[in-house]
């Protein structure tokens, strides 16, 4: 009898405390975490879920990886949102800052930025993310673009590295094969396609819309020698298919001797082509033009109908600006970027001229210009534009002309936030 009872506490014993085990999970603030990451940027993005978790038992972020083109070219986050599945926390570009601004699903973040945190952020950095006094994601780094190239099949084709549009163009035309693109640039219609373009059409001068006004300013001669000179560039032999994707380093791998990318490949070519002779130079400029790039990024956002919201703030808050271990190694280590946070510039400024940093550092990041946040159909309209005079010969005048129309359609009824 005495065993037995011995027996029927041990089991109650343990019934109990695997029921508040239970009953303590079940309490656990559940944050879903999407990302569209590969490779050791996956990995970064789980141990970022993995060492909050771990700090903070109350809480269970739950990482999830989308398929980069369903995330980027894709309908999956909107689909998510509309049906109100989205994610707690996901990733966002500013090509699609607004949508999710205007539709009311980005959080105000601003409690949640002490004065210490905000005097740690570049000021250029918050901008691009507050909308009327309100901060609505997390800047996480600022990627460039340039022109990277195999030197040694330029050196053997009597090349030498393109600074004019022109050079550009006969250089890619000489470079193509009859197996091989002399250049790889987006070709796919979307918001990266947008992104790498915009510089070419900065150099001029011109530029898409004047936001203060709300109207379109998308036309002139600027605006028409950019879309011509793209146009050239794919029937000098720029590809206009892939087998990977444009953010690739593909001008390691034997695809292109030239590409167009950014800054986020260097850290892939150093691990995984060290033997290649990859160089990189400022992005070509035209006659009487000005050198510049674009600075992008992606944000963290975090969904404002969220049931657990404040602890998806938090714990962006503590991955992106509090915690400077973890920036440091996403920009310096896992890839190559900028940090929109000062602690974190002055931890890492040893790598900033390292290799082909050392160029972006001098020649290319002091051109920088922020990617611009316009409305998704802004986006798409200009989109539209680079389709045309890429794959149907549009002339570039009558392009400009129908977008710039368009671009003044929508903004006259556009009412949300720019």
Same mark, same amino acid.
């Given at each position: 009898? #005495?065993?037995?009872? &011995?027996?029927?506490?041990?089991?109650?014993?343990?019934?109990?405390?695997?029921?508040?085990?239970l009953?303590?999970?079940?309490? #656990?603030?559940?944050?879903?975490?999407?990302?569209?990451?590969?490779?050791h940027e996956?990995?970064?993005m789980v141990?970022? *879920?993995?060492?909050?978790n771990?700090?903070?038992?109350?809480?269970?972020?739950?990482?999830?990886?989308?398929?980069?083109?369903?995330?980027?070219?894709? =309908?999956k986050l909107t689909?998510?949102f509309?049906s109100?599945?989205? $994610?707690?926390?996901?990733?966002?570009?500013?090509g699609?800052f607004?949508?999710y601004?205007?539709?009311?699903?980005?959080?105000?973040?601003t $409690?949640y930025?002490?004065?210490?945190i905000?005097d740690?952020?570049?000021?250029s950095?918050?901008? /691009?993310?507050?909308?009327?006094?309100?901060?609505?994601?997390?800047?996480?780094?600022?990627?460039?673009?340039?022109?990277y190239y195999?030197?040694?099949?330029?050196?053997a084709?009597?090349?030498?590295?393109p &600074? =004019?549009?022109d050079?550009?163009v006969?250089?890619?035309k000489?470079?193509?094969? +009859? =197996?091989?693109p002399?250049?790889?640039?987006?070709a796919?219609q979307?918001?990266?396609?947008?992104f790498?373009?915009?510089?070419?059409?900065?150099q001029?001068?011109a530029?898409?819309?004047?936001?203060?006004?709300?109207?379109g300013s998308f036309?002139g001669?600027?605006?028409e020698?950019a879309? &011509?000179l793209w146009?050239?560039?794919?029937?000098?032999?720029? /590809? #206009?298919?892939?087998?990977?994707?444009?953010?690739?380093?593909?001008?390691?791998d034997?695809?292109a001797?030239?590409q167009?990318?950014g800054?986020w490949?260097?850290?892939?070519?150093?691990?995984?082509?060290?033997t290649k002779?990859?160089?990189?130079?400022?992005?070509?400029?035209?006659?009487?033009?000005k050198?510049a =790039?674009c /600075?992008?990024?992606?944000?963290?956002?975090v969904?404002?109908k969220s049931?657990?919201?404040?602890? +998806?703030a938090?714990f962006?808050?503590? +991955?992106?600006?509090q915690?400077v271990?973890?920036?440091?190694e996403?920009?310096?280590?896992v890839?190559?970027?900028?940090? $929109?946070?000062?602690?974190?510039?002055? /931890?890492?400024?040893?790598?900033?001229?390292?290799?082909?940093?050392?160029t972006?550092?001098?020649?290319? %990041?002091p051109?920088?210009?922020?990617?611009?946040? %316009?409305?998704?159909?802004?986006?798409?309209?200009?989109g539209? *534009?680079?389709q045309?005079?890429?794959?149907?010969?549009?002339d $570039?005048?009558?392009?400009a +002309?129908?977008?710039?129309?368009?671009?003044?359609?929508?903004?006259?009824?556009?009412k949300?936030?720019?």
């Amino acid at each position: 009898m #005495k065993r037995s009872g &011995k027996l029927l506490a041990f089991l109650l014993v343990s019934t109990l405390i695997a029921v508040a085990a239970l009953s303590a999970e079940a309490k #656990k603030k559940e944050v879903t975490f999407w990302y569209f990451h590969t490779g050791h940027e996956e990995e970064f993005m789980v141990s970022l *879920a993995d060492a909050y978790n771990k700090l903070n038992p109350d809480v269970v972020i739950k990482p999830e990886q989308i398929p980069q083109a369903e995330y980027m070219n894709g =309908t999956k986050l909107t689909t998510a949102f509309a049906s109100n599945k989205g $994610p707690d926390v996901f990733l966002i570009s500013p090509g699609d800052f607004l949508k999710y601004v205007n539709s009311g699903i980005a959080m105000d973040l601003t $409690p949640y930025f002490t004065k210490p945190i905000r005097d740690d952020f570049l000021p250029s950095s918050l901008d /691009a993310v507050t909308v009327n006094g309100s901060i609505r994601a997390v800047p996480f780094e600022i990627e460039l673009l340039g022109l990277y190239y195999d030197k040694d099949i330029l050196k053997a084709a009597g090349i030498e590295p393109p &600074k =004019t549009w022109d050079e550009l163009v006969a250089a890619t035309k000489k470079l193509t094969t +009859a =197996t091989r693109p002399g250049l790889i640039l987006p070709a796919d219609q979307g918001y990266y396609q947008n992104f790498v373009w915009y510089p070419f059409l900065w150099q001029t001068g011109a530029n898409v819309v004047d936001v203060k006004n709300k109207k379109g300013s998308f036309e002139g001669k600027g605006v028409e020698s950019a879309l &011509k000179l793209w146009g050239d560039l794919f029937n000098a032999g720029a /590809a #206009k298919k892939l087998n990977g994707q444009p953010t690739d380093p593909l001008v390691a791998d034997g695809t292109a001797p030239m590409q167009v990318v950014g800054t986020w490949v260097i850290a892939n070519l150093e691990r995984d082509y060290a033997t290649k002779n990859i160089g990189v130079v400022p992005l070509p400029i035209p006659t009487d033009g000005k050198n510049a =790039t674009c /600075a992008g990024g992606w944000k963290f956002m975090v969904n404002s109908k969220s049931a657990n919201r404040d602890a +998806a703030a938090k714990f962006i808050m503590w +991955a992106l600006a509090q915690n400077v271990e973890k920036p440091l190694e996403w920009c310096t280590q896992v890839k190559f970027a900028y940090s $929109p946070r000062k602690s974190v510039i002055e /931890a890492g400024k040893d790598i900033y001229n390292k290799g082909l940093r050392s160029t972006f550092t001098k020649d290319i %990041y002091p051109t920088a210009i922020g990617e611009p946040r %316009y409305p998704a159909e802004v986006v798409t309209i200009v989109g539209d *534009a680079l389709q045309s005079v890429i794959f149907s010969n549009t002339d $570039p005048k009558a392009a400009a +002309a129908t977008a710039n129309d368009k671009i003044n359609k929508y903004l006259k009824t556009f009412k949300g936030s720019m």
